[in-house]
């Protein structure tokens, strides 16, 4: 599966941002989805993930509460809607597809990976 990541950009602290990530080449609704991020001199780290039908998903501590993952399975979509952003927040935003059955938050547990999107948030 190929995906694309966008919606990146500069925004100020407190404010908004939506990513998306489009998948082609493969059935979406077969994969688990990630976003990870990867902020510079740091560790890729996971952010948020989704189950195959959207219904379960699981979110890093630091964004609870203000970050939402969602999909869209017909439209072979997911998103990152991400409220209340911090000047922490900044990295560049990857999006990941995974073969596993569960929801998982480790960079290892997922297969392909999208080209990434850059977040910057001003204080």
């Known amino acids: 599966v190929q995906l694309q990541a966008s919606g990146g950009g500069l925004v100020q602290a407190g404010g908004s941002l939506r990513l998306s990530c489009a998948a082609s080449?493969?059935?979406?609704?077969?994969?688990?989805m990630g976003w990870f991020r990867q902020a510079p001199g740091k560790e890729r780290e996971f952010v948020a993930a989704?189950?195959?039908?959207?219904?379960?998903?699981d979110y890093a501590d630091s964004v609870k509460g203000r970050f939402t993952i969602s999909r869209d399975n017909a439209k072979n979509t997911m998103y990152l809607q991400m409220n209340s952003l911090k000047p922490e927040d900044t990295a560049v935003y990857y999006c990941?597809?995974?073969?596993?059955?569960?929801?998982?938050?480790?960079?290892?547990?997922?297969?392909?990976w999208g080209q990434g999107t850059l977040v910057t948030v001003s204080s």
């Open positions: 990941a597809a995974s073969w596993r059955t569960l929801v998982v938050i480790t960079t290892v547990n997922y297969d392909y």
């Open positions: 080449g493969r059935t979406f609704s077969n994969y688990v």
């Open positions: 989704v189950s195959r039908s959207g219904g379960s998903t």
